[in-house]
């Protein structure tokens, strides 16, 4: 079964992995018929500050308007970006901030503890990149960026399964090492998770 794919490319510096990575799964995706689209956040224009949080109406700039759009039309969302200090970059902060707003991911309920959570039978695979190990970044760190962005956003606004793949030990791999997770990425495009 082919499904609609959205790619969020949050690594905000040029010419890093990360863009290797897209492009794997992007190839690995239109090999098997999968629809496509992506965002990559560094080129959109918007505001990171959340500056009127919940209180008042901060105004969607196009290019989140659209990002909002491509969510709703998406059965899947594929979230790609590097580990900085444990979790993810200010830009994709920003960006979650301004995009998974009441209404549109989530909705409160007079009465009601939790909210609705209007992001239900989509899912979601998150690619991360770090210089890490991988073992300090689960047992050390606890896994910090993966548990905020799975269970305190995707999760809170009905998103489920939530799945990881992490690329860790970056900055000392070899070539070998890259093409095999180049291969994994385009893998993960090809089966659509």
């Given at each position: 079964?082919?499904?609609?794919?959205?790619l969020?490319?949050?690594?905000?510096?040029?010419?890093a992995?990360?863009?290797?990575?897209?492009a794997?799964?992007?190839?690995g995706a239109?090999?098997?018929?999968h629809t496509?689209?992506?965002?990559?956040l560094?080129k959109l224009?918007?505001?990171l500050?959340?500056?009127?949080g919940?209180?008042g109406?901060?105004?969607l700039?196009?290019?989140l308007a659209?990002a909002?759009?491509l969510i709703?039309?998406?059965?899947?969302?594929v979230?790609?970006?590097?580990?900085w200090?444990?979790?993810?970059?200010?830009?994709?902060?920003?960006?979650?901030?301004?995009?998974f707003l009441?209404?549109f991911a989530?909705r409160?309920?007079?009465?009601h503890?939790?909210p609705?959570?209007?992001?239900k039978?989509?899912s979601a695979?998150?690619?991360?990149t770090?210089d890490?190990?991988r073992?300090?970044?689960f047992?050390?760190l606890?896994?910090?960026?993966?548990?905020?962005?799975r269970?305190?956003?995707?999760?809170?606004c009905g998103i489920?399964p939530v799945r990881?793949f992490?690329?860790?030990?970056i900055?000392?791999a070899g070539e070998?090492?890259r093409h095999v997770?180049?291969?994994k990425a385009r893998?993960?495009g090809?089966?659509g998770?």
């Amino acid at each position: 079964m082919t499904k609609k794919i959205l790619l969020i490319h949050a690594h905000p510096v040029d010419d890093a992995f990360a863009d290797q990575v897209v492009a794997a799964y992007t190839e690995g995706a239109a090999e098997n018929g999968h629809t496509l689209r992506s965002l990559v956040l560094k080129k959109l224009s918007f505001d990171l500050n959340f500056s009127k949080g919940y209180r008042g109406n901060q105004e969607l700039e196009p290019d989140l308007a659209e990002a909002q759009q491509l969510i709703a039309w998406a059965d899947h969302l594929v979230f790609v970006f590097p580990n900085w200090w444990g979790t993810y970059p200010a830009l994709l902060k920003g960006f979650i901030d301004r995009v998974f707003l009441p209404g549109f991911a989530f909705r409160y309920n007079n009465g009601h503890r939790f909210p609705d959570k209007l992001l239900k039978g989509k899912s979601a695979r998150l690619i991360m990149t770090m210089d890490n190990p991988r073992w300090y970044y689960f047992l050390v760190l606890g896994a910090p960026g993966y548990r905020s962005l799975r269970k305190a956003v995707l999760h809170f606004c009905g998103i489920r399964p939530v799945r990881t793949f992490t690329i860790s030990g970056i900055r000392f791999a070899g070539e070998r090492q890259r093409h095999v997770w180049l291969r994994k990425a385009r893998a993960l495009g090809n089966k659509g998770i």
